[in-house]
């Protein structure tokens, strides 16, 4: 089990708004900074957020993250069909068990 | 940027899983790069390996999973970097990525891109 907890699933019909959350505590979340990720179907995941709340070039502005506290979220507005994949938040954490990239679990979005 | 993976896909249970990814468009030994190695199976989700870069020198980060068994290299000739996890179980087999974390050092670090994965069997 990881120490980021997400949601199994999440869905949403087209031009809905989606959030997913990522949980963790203050010896992770709380001291780091959050990335997110999405793994459509047969391809690399991709990064689509970093710093928790930074768009990397590219990554359409439909594509949010926010961070308070313990917490992570990323919301997904006018949902599309496309995006029906896998949603993963990820941070970097040299405290706990060594040096290492931390995931969650991963959510699967539907687009109903 | 862009990394392109290869390796065997099969891999017998005992024997050591080598993978490299090729990277075009950036340097291996850029100081602002760390180039890592994840795997993703359905037991383990996504998973760190390790982790190489250079800064002056070159250093290595290791999952305390898999430390003992796993070597990360960089080659500088080639521009690519290595991954080899020896005594290899069918517990190891995932699908393994390469990816590049810019700016490591920096809170503002981005894991972009990644590799196209390999989807790596251990039979015993």
């Known amino acids: 089990q990881s120490v980021l907890t997400q949601p199994p699933s999440a869905s949403g019909t087209p031009g809905q708004r989606v959030t997913i959350s990522c949980s963790g505590s203050?010896?992770?979340?709380?001291?780091?900074?959050v990335s997110w990720f999405q793994h459509l179907p047969g391809m690399a995941p991709k990064l689509l957020i970093f710093h928790n709340s930074q768009r990397p070039s590219g990554v359409p502005d439909r594509f949010s993250g926010s961070k308070s506290g313990t917490s992570a979220s990323l919301a997904i507005s006018g949902l599309q069909s496309e995006d029906e994949g896998n949603y993963y938040c990820?941070?970097?954490?040299?405290?706990?068990?060594?040096?290492?990239?931390?995931f969650g679990g991963g959510t699967k979005l539907t687009v109903l | 940027v862009q990394l392109q993976q290869s390796g065997p896909e099969q891999v017998k249970a005992s024997q050591t899983l080598s993978l490299t990814c090729a990277i075009s468009?950036?340097?291996?030994?850029?100081?602002?790069?760390?180039w890592n190695w994840i795997r993703q199976s359905p037991s383990r989700g996504l998973e760190w390996l390790g982790r190489t870069y250079y800064t002056s020198d070159w250093h290595n980060d290791y999952a305390l999973s898999v430390k003992g068994r796993i070597i990360i290299k960089a080659d500088t000739s080639k521009n690519h970097v290595s991954l080899h996890l020896s005594s290899v179980t069918p517990d190891d087999t995932a699908v393994y990525y390469c990816?590049?974390?810019?700016?490591?050092?920096?809170?503002?670090?981005?894991?972009?891109?990644w590799g196209q994965g390999t989807l790596v069997t251990v039979s015993s």
């Open positions: 203050s010896s992770n979340i709380g001291g780091n900074t």
């Open positions: 990820a941070m970097w954490d040299d405290r706990l068990n060594g040096p290492n990239w931390v």
């Open positions: 468009g950036d340097s291996v030994s850029s100081n602002d790069a760390a």
């Open positions: 990816g590049r974390d810019q700016y490591y050092h920096s809170s503002d670090n981005r894991f972009d891109p």
